[in-house]
Every structure is written in C-alpha cells, then in structure tokens.
C-alpha cells in the first residue's frame, strides 16, 4: 500500500495539486503527501478521476436511445474500441469508487 501511495504521488498531475496543498498550507514542500491529503480533506486526483468515470458511464448508459451519445456507446460497445473496453475493468471497481469517501465522514 505504501508503494501504491508513493506512486500516486508521483504523477505531474498530482505533483502540481499537492505542491498547492503544500503551498495553501503552509507546510514545508517536503511535508507528507499523505499528511497533506488528510489535512486538507482532499483525495489524490486519481481517485476522483475514476470516481467521474464511473459517474460519467453510468450516465451514458441512462440516456435516452434516440440520442447520438448513446448511439457512440452503443457503437462503441459493439466495436470493441479501446475506451470501452478500459471502462468495463474500472467498473468493477464501482463500488469502492462511486462513494465519495470525504465526503461519507463528515
């Protein structure tokens, strides 16, 4: 689990969100990220970014038929097409992912 933390960190993405957590703070750059995540209530972006996914899946597949986006998926689906096909491996991680975490505990 420590290395899967270190990794997440490690991302230009969430080198910049948690260089301005540190900033906003006002802790020393090199202070704990998981320090940080926790003290400003936030989560790595990764998490919220496959939170959005699912959350975004989920409302392509309620929209009505007749509508081109539904009709993409639908296409998508039957082609297989990358995209798709990622989307099924992170729908299985529906139910740790859909919850907002933060969110629950307060």
């Not at 096909?85 to 919850?99: G, I």
Request: hydrophobic share 40%.
């Amino acid at each position: 689990q420590k290395n899967f933390l270190k990794s997440l960190g490690g991302s230009i993405q969430e080198k910049v969100h948690l260089s301005f957590l540190k900033w906003a703070l006002g802790v020393h750059r090199k202070a704990s990220n998981i320090g940080v995540w926790g003290e400003s209530g936030r989560s790595p972006l990764f998490y919220e970014s496959i939170r959005l996914s699912i959350n975004y899946f989920k409302r392509l597949e309620n929209l009505d038929s007749t509508c081109l986006v539904s009709a993409a998926l639908r296409e998508q689906k039957k082609l297989k097409l990358p995209w798709f096909t990622r989307m099924k491996s992170v729908l299985q991680l529906d139910e740790t992912y859909s919850k907002d975490h933060v969110a629950a505990f307060h």
